[in-house]
Structures are given as C-alpha cells and as structure tokens.
C-alpha cells in the first residue's frame, strides 16, 4: 500500500486560513499545543511513533457541516470550562475554537475519502451521541496510557473501559466504523490515540500545519535538571 500523502502547508498559514482550506464534513481533525495537558499526552505516545519521538497530536475530532451560521462545526469528546459552565463528553463546537496559534501551535485534516452517504452517516451519528450526551472518560484514557506502555495489551479491550462513555480519538475511531472503515486495524476502539489516527494505514490525504514541537521547552527543562542531577551525584576527586 502506498504512504499517505502528507501536504504541509507554510507556516505563516492562519490556522482560520488553514481550516477554511480543508475542513469538509467527515474529515477527521487532529490538532497539538503547549499546555501542560498536551505534553503529557505528547510525551506518552511517544511509545506510538517509529522513532520513540513525541507525538504532534494530543486531541482528534469529526468536521461536521456547515451550519446556516455559516460556521463549520466539530464534533468532538472534550473537557471544556466555558463561563462556569461545564461540558464534558461528546459536543459540538464551531471551528473558530481551534483558530487560536496560541493554543493549537499544530493542526491536521485527514481526508479518507467517504462517499457522500457514508459522510452523511458518519455525522449523523456523532450527532446522535451529543444528543445521548455520551461522556468523556478520564478512566480510559488512563487505560489507554497503561497500554501505549505495553503494545501486547492494545490489541485487547480496555482494562478501564466504561459504556456510554468515549475519549476524542477512539470517538474518531468509532463514528467511523459505522461505516465499515476500520482506521487502525489491530487496536482496540478505546486504546486508539491521535497518533495512531495520523498513522493511519488506510489510503488518505493529510494536510497539516505546524509551528512548533509540543515538548521543546519541557525538553529542555529536563534536560536542564538531569544535568544539574548528574552534576551533584558526580563523586568528588580525591
């Protein structure tokens, strides 16, 4: 099978700019930042790249349609604080969340080329589990964590698996398999993680704009301190 082809846009793109480009209904949405949040998700799926490089990739979502608003909108499974407000679990949100370069340094859009019915299909559904209000599962991603440092166990059930309940990529993962497309053979839905949906051996193009790493000031910092450690246990010369 031949490589996905990866498009990488100028970095001076917007991210407005650049989801106004590719974001189309039934495209999975991948996108990276700085927080504390998203390096640690970084730095554990190290263990699903080739290289043992932290991932670029720390949430995914489904492009929904474009609404008479004239917003395009997501739907996503997301932990999100909103004016004291709460929303956790499966939601829809307008593209304009993600235009923030300060927040989302990183962004994808994978195209896998649905027919018009299964994009029909693939949004409908996601539509029926906002409407279910299907939860966000901290328990499984602790799961999934405990996985991604033993491969053995990705291929079998989540040990922390809840039902009603989805994180953002095994969401991705499961919308999708409503329509007969399996991304990422051999996983488990509910150990599935945005690089694994990057990595993706089913044929699709992929468009992604990037900034910078999520992990190099943490790197450094690490660096920093190890050195420092390295230095104080070095036994002193007679």
Excluded at 62 to 86: A, C, K, N, P, Y
Excluded at 154 to 180: P, T
Excluded at 184 to 199: C, Q, S, Y
């Amino acid at each position: 099978m031949n490589p996905p082809a990866i498009i990488t846009v100028p970095p001076g793109t917007s991210n407005r700019e650049f989801l106004e480009q590719f974001a189309r209904p039934g495209r999975v949405g991948l996108c990276g930042g700085d927080t504390l949040i998203d390096r640690g998700i970084a730095r554990a799926e190290r263990h699903a790249t080739p290289d043992g490089q932290w991932s670029r990739w720390t949430h995914a979502f489904i492009f929904g349609e474009r609404r008479t608003d004239g917003h395009q909108w997501v739907i996503e499974s997301d932990l999100q604080l909103l004016r004291g407000h709460v929303q956790f679990g499966v939601q829809e949100n307008r593209t304009t969340k993600y235009h923030d370069e300060k927040l989302y340094s990183s962004l994808a859009v994978l195209d896998f080329q649905l027919p018009p019915d299964a994009v029909n299909r693939v949004v409908a559904e996601g539509l029926e589990l906002v409407s279910s209000r299907v939860r966000y599962s901290l328990r499984e991603i602790l799961g999934t964590l405990i996985a991604l440092r033993h491969p053995t166990l990705r291929e079998r059930g989540n040990l922390l698996d809840r039902d009603h309940s989805f994180f953002c990529s095994a969401l991705v993962r499961h919308l999708y398999s409503k329509v007969n497309h399996d991304l990422t053979p051999g996983l488990d839905v509910k150990h599935t993680a945005p690089e694994d949906l990057f990595r993706s051996p089913v044929a699709h193009h992929t468009w992604t704009l990037e900034r910078a790493m999520p992990n190099s000031r943490l790197r450094a910092l690490a660096g920093r301190v190890k050195q420092r450690v390295r230095t104080r246990l070095k036994p002193a010369r007679p």
